[in-house]
């Protein structure tokens, strides 16, 4: 069954650390997505792509980056960790039709301490 | 600037109950609605799909109806069972296959 991973799972971390989580979805999506999750704020879009080569900005992008080399795989990384950015992380695919319906990953859990 | 509105944030009712899930939006101009379902510490799982030219959608005991004119839609729950407690999120896409979600209706069924 296809399917969206992500690892790890769970990821402590110092202030100041580059830190990669990882994204690999086996649907042949086009469309991949960063969201964060926190209290109060619901979910937030950080990156998306809509295909490989491509990369964009969402919300709250600053402090991260992603790049799409490939179909199935897309990476986030934080460039040099804050504690601002603790917190669950979502990775989601999509097709680009019929209704563009989202699937999404486990999720990560980070803490930068 | 597109924003997502579920009301209440939290809600609880004893088991068997019919109960109705409201998400509102601002800009009526959206491609399609999904509702999640999102139990804790887990992801979201996809509940029900509505494009824009559909009124409702229906899996089982779950029933999503969407009106674009008045910037609202209801996840009808027939005969809750406390497996159905969990938080529940809506979220909507322009067109640009971006979604906007809200912060979700937390449910507990009471046994």
Redesign the interface.
Same mark, same amino acid.
């Given at each position: 069954d296809a399917e969206i991973t992500q690892s790890p799972r769970h990821k402590i971390t110092e202030t100041g650390r580059q830190v990669t989580l990882a994204c690999h979805q086996t649907w042949n999506h086009n469309n991949m997505f960063w969201y964060r999750q926190d209290l109060g704020h619901g979910l937030r879009l950080i990156h998306y792509s809509y295909g490989v080569h491509d990369t964009n900005k969402g919300e709250v992008s600053d402090g991260y980056s992603v790049s799409r080399s490939n179909t199935e795989d897309l990476p986030l990384t934080l460039e040099s960790a804050a504690s601002s950015q603790t917190s669950v992380y979502f990775c989601a695919s999509s097709d680009a039709s019929p209704g563009y319906e989202q699937y999404f990953g486990p999720g990560t859990r980070l803490t930068v301490t | 600037k597109q924003e997502v509105t579920q009301i209440p944030a939290a809600l609880s009712v004893p088991e068997g109950e019919n109960l109705v899930l409201n998400c509102s939006f601002t800009d009526s101009a959206i491609?399609?609605l999904?509702w999640?379902r999102q139990d804790p510490g887990?992801?979201? $799982?996809?509940l029900l799909?509505i494009?824009s030219s559909q009124r409702e959608q229906t899996s089982g005991r779950l029933n999503a109806s969407l009106d674009k004119s008045s910037g609202r839609s209801t996840l009808y729950i027939a005969a809750s069972q406390p497996g159905d407690s969990a938080t529940y999120?809506c979220?909507v $896409?322009e067109g640009t296959?971006?979604?906007i979600?809200? $912060?979700?209706t937390r449910l507990k069924v009471l046994a």
């Open positions: - | 491609y399609n999904q999640f887990k992801g979201l $799982t996809s799909l494009q999120l979220a $896409t296959y971006k979604y979600f809200g $912060t979700g």
